[in-house]
């Protein structure tokens, strides 16, 4: 069983640990996005709240039954050949650990025996790994939107990857412990329909190049086939869509700061040329300076004030914040 989520997501983590068999026939690995800065104790956590004992992951190691594995801070958790491999490659959806990755890898190497579930957080990783681990025939879990501090996670991956249960945590763990008994291993995987894939037709790109660059590395964005939601540059950073956008807006507003920083510097410059051009009795290279000053200044104050005044992307719009759970 694979688990993925953000904000919020330890507690709703607490809760299923409490409340997973003690004797469960299958080993769980989790990723939370957490800093790279500071040591987690995400697996203390989940060994004081439920019968299971859990760690962080180590290169290499075979996975136990009945044991909880957690990605350790800056590292993407994988599964390969039964064994978990950690990698610090390029960072995906802005994060790493990241969740697609190891959505992804469960489904390449188990397949049909994979139970997704992505829990409460913001923005879209885990969506994408989620479909992935839907088309391999797996089972795919999402906390209620309802039933999370933050909604935004689980409605993303309800919108991609249309799982076959949304329920609250309580619910989810009652339906995987169901789901891990031998019968259900032989259960035919439900066939994905039209109304599946539909998702994957909402950006009518063409394949290949597009005319995006990565926010992290300024190379090209590149989709992974026709109809994919994914991209990726030749480095490896990849997005999904929400992602993407939020990424790129704090790009922008980083580029904007800089460039009213260039201005002011250039201000300052212009001001020293100007002064050392008068000393000298040059009032004609003074004068142009003390004008490109006077240009670069006003400027700078037009591009701070546009920075201050732009709206924050995430604000609901007024007849809007109604309909916005609270803690979304």
């Not at 997005?239 to 920083?261: G, I, S, Y």
Request: charged content about 25%.
């Amino acid at each position: 069983m694979v688990i993925g989520g953000s904000a919020g997501a330890v507690d709703a983590l607490g809760r299923l640990a409490s409340l997973l068999p003690a004797k469960m026939q299958a080993c769980v690995f989790v990723v939370v996005h957490v800093s790279a800065l500071y040591r987690s104790r995400l697996p203390e956590i989940l060994s004081r709240r439920g019968p299971l004992p859990a760690a962080h992951a180590l290169d290499e190691q075979k996975p136990e039954t009945g044991h909880i594995y957690v990605a350790p801070p800056d590292a993407h958790l994988l599964l390969e050949d039964g064994h978990m491999r950690l990698s610090r490659g390029p960072r995906e959806n802005a994060v790493r650990p990241a969740i697609d990755p190891l959505f992804r890898s469960a489904a390449a190497s188990y397949g049909r025996r994979v139970i997704g579930v992505v829990l409460s957080g913001t923005l879209d990783d885990g969506s994408l790994g989620l479909l992935d681990i839907k088309l391999h025939g797996g089972l795919t879990l999402v906390q209620d939107p309802d039933d999370a501090p933050y909604a935004e996670m689980p409605r993303n991956a309800i919108e991609v990857a249309r799982p076959q249960t949304v329920a609250s945590v309580d619910e989810l763990a009652a339906l995987i412990a169901e789901a891990i008994l031998p019968a259900a291993e032989e259960a035919e995987p439900e066939p994905i329909s039209e109304e599946d894939l539909a998702g994957l037709k909402g950006l009518d790109w063409p394949p290949g190049a597009t005319s995006l660059t990565c926010p992290d590395c300024g190379g090209v964005l590149y989709l992974e086939g026709p109809g994919s939601l994914k991209m990726s540059c030749q480095v490896g950073h990849s997005f999904a869509p929400d992602t993407l956008f939020d990424q790129q807006a704090a790009w922008v507003e980083q580029t904007l700061w800089a460039a009213n920083r260039s201005l002011r510097e250039q201000a300052a410059l212009a001001k020293h040329i100007a002064d050392r051009y008068e000393r000298r009795g040059s009032r004609l290279t003074s004068r142009l300076f003390r004008r490109r000053e006077t240009e670069a200044s006003a400027h700078a104050e037009a591009l701070r004030r546009l920075i201050l005044g732009r709206v924050p992307i995430l604000q609901p719009a007024p007849d809007e914040a109604a309909e916005v759970p609270e803690g979304a």
